[in-house]
């Protein structure tokens, strides 16, 4: 993310609250949403970056949490009109030519995820198919539960830079 762009001016002028909610499309966090909108203005995508990068990383595992609430299960696409749907479902587009028995095997994978570390799997879908993303899944059940927070901050991190890219392309 670099340079600067009418969307990023759009951004920085934003009223705080707006700003926090247009930055909660990117990442479910209030409390991120509330430290990058008020380290706003930007001069630019990259310091952007920095700041919303800092602020994840410095989440409290509650916040972090809260994050991973606004996201569905790999391979359960939601319904809803929003900015983070439409965007969850282009994310998560590697599941839609997977066959049954992968599917199957995500569900199943997604079950076993959430009853082992109690929360749903989260990963950076795109650019992946639906077999990559359950190797993926089986590979991190093995995860003791400090390597996973890791893992979750790491993928979370990688959502966020994308949508936040995305919040900034439009017009």
């Excluded at 983070?84 to 998560?92: D, G, L, T, V």
């Excluded at 992968?102 to 929360?119: C, D, K, P, S, W």
């Amino acid at each position: 993310m670099t340079g600067t762009s009418l969307a990023l001016e759009w951004l920085n002028a934003l009223p705080a609250h707006d700003a926090e909610h247009e930055l909660r499309t990117c990442c479910a966090s209030a409390a991120w949403a509330g430290v990058v909108g008020a380290a706003r203005p930007f001069a630019d995508a990259g310091a952007l970056a920095t700041t919303a990068a800092a602020a994840l990383e410095a989440l409290e595992w509650p916040d972090v949490e809260e994050a991973l609430s606004a996201h569905p299960r790999i391979g359960d696409r939601p319904e809803g009109a929003g900015r983070e749907s439409a965007w969850s479902r282009a994310e998560q587009s590697g599941v839609d030519d997977a066959g049954q028995e992968v599917v199957e095997a995500l569900h199943t994978g997604n079950i076993a995820y959430e009853q082992r570390f109690g929360r749903v799997f989260l990963i950076y879908a795109t650019g992946r198919s639906a077999g990559e993303m359950l190797a993926a899944l089986r590979e991190r059940l093995g995860n003791d539960e400090e390597t996973e927070r890791r893992a979750v901050r790491a993928e979370l991190m990688k959502i966020v830079q994308l949508r936040l890219t995305k919040l900034l392309e439009r017009p």
